[in-house]
């Protein structure tokens, strides 16, 4: 704690889109009580912060860190030892952090692909040359050096020695303010735990539909059927909800979209892709190989639909590379 009894948090992102730091501000009023509960020693997002500020701290300095975003890059891993040294606390943030979520998916190819379809390949490109981020450059004044961008996402815990994780793309407002209840409280669970979120639940059991059909001849997207007022899953929608943990009060299907699944894995399960495959597996109603196979191949992204949040965390963890470490 500060001299003034306030806890010192900071707020760092690596690689997210943003959206874990929207959460903070969408506390709304209760952001006035984060105020006079805590004081911000670091959120480079909100405030003119330098790195060397927070390398001139002693360490353990912050007492509570949250960490969104995943590690793409070694200047993300850097800043993950960093605050992992400054800081009593490190808490994954968000789904990023704590699965590797979307910025994840890239773990479906490899650097050189990405920089390929990036500075050569997209329409808008203009790169005769084809010239590529370096890592250094001499310029007259000196070395420049620039992070490097590596070949695989991981996540803050493959990385680091992480306290807490609190899932979510992003974290629920009224479950970001239970962790930061906890936290002035001083009421933490063991270290290592999932916290704003339920331990014995899924989205299932939050959801304002029951599942009943157990037997689907032909899945959708969202965009091509009409879904009726019950289970989605049931309609032959791909819905996360059975292999997803509840905590987000199951907010995509009380709009009428299906869960992505962006809470994690649900209690029980190691592998949160291989449990909805599994689930969608169960209610497919064939009585051959090539109508079932015709069933399945409705779901034209498997990867995105099954692993959409979780793919380095998960037990693929990325597409095999062939010679490339
Ligand atoms: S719509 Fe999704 S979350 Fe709701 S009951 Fe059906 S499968 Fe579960
Ligand atoms: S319903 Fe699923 S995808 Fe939507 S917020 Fe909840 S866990 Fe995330």
């Known amino acids: ?20 730091e929207i959460a903070i501000v969408e506390l709304r009023e209760k952001i006035l009580d984060l105020d006079a509960a805590a004081d911000i020693l670091f959120w480079p997002c909100a405030m003119d912060f330098k ?9 353990g300095h912050i007492d509570v860190c949250l960490f969104n975003g995943a590690i793409r890059s070694s200047e993300n891993e850097e800043m993950a030892h960093l605050l992992r040294q400054k800081s009593q606390v490190l808490v994954a943030f968000g789904s990023c952090a704590h699965e590797g979520c979307i910025p994840g998916l890239g773990n479906l190819f490899d650097r050189q692909s990405i920089f390929d379809r990036v500075y050569l390949e997209t329409p ?21 050096h620039i992070p490097s961008f ?40 063991e270290k290592g735990s999932v916290v704003g979120a339920s331990a014995t639940k899924t989205v299932c059991d939050e959801c304002k539909y029951d599942r009943e059909e157990k037997r689907v001849t032909k899945f959708y997207r969202p965009h091509e059927i009409i879904a009726e007022d019950r289970c989605l899953f049931d309609q032959g929608i791909i819905c996360s909800g059975p292999a997803t943990r509840a905590g ?41 190989e090539e109508e079932a196979a015709r069933i399945v191949g409705d779901v034209l992204d498997p990867v995105g639909t099954f692993y959409r949040f979780g793919l380095p965390a998960s037990m693929l963890h990325r597409k095999k590379l062939e010679g490339v470490g």
Do not use: H
């Open 150 to 189: 590596y070949n695989t996402v991981k996540t803050l815990g493959q990385v680091e020695d992480v306290d807490y994780f609190v899932p979510g793309c992003p974290p629920q407002a009224p479950q970001i303010w239970a962790v930061i209840g906890a936290i002035l409280s001083g009421e933490l669970p």
């Open 51 to 59: 790195y060397k500020d927070v390398e001139a701290m002693p360490d």
């Open 124 to 144: 808008s490109t203009d790169n005769p040359d084809s010239i590529f981020p370096q890592t250094s450059y001499q310029m007259p004044e000196g070395e420049v």
């Open 248 to 288: 987000c009060e199951a907010r995509c299907t009380s709009v009428g979209m299906p869960c992505r699944g962006c809470y994690g894995p649900g209690p029980n399960v190691v592998d949160q892709g291989a449990a909805l495959l599994s689930a969608v597996a169960s209610v497919v109603d064939a009585d051959t």
């Open 1 to 20: 704690m500060a001299d003034n009894g306030k806890l010192k948090l900071g707020l760092y992102w690596a690689a997210s889109c943003g959206g874990c």
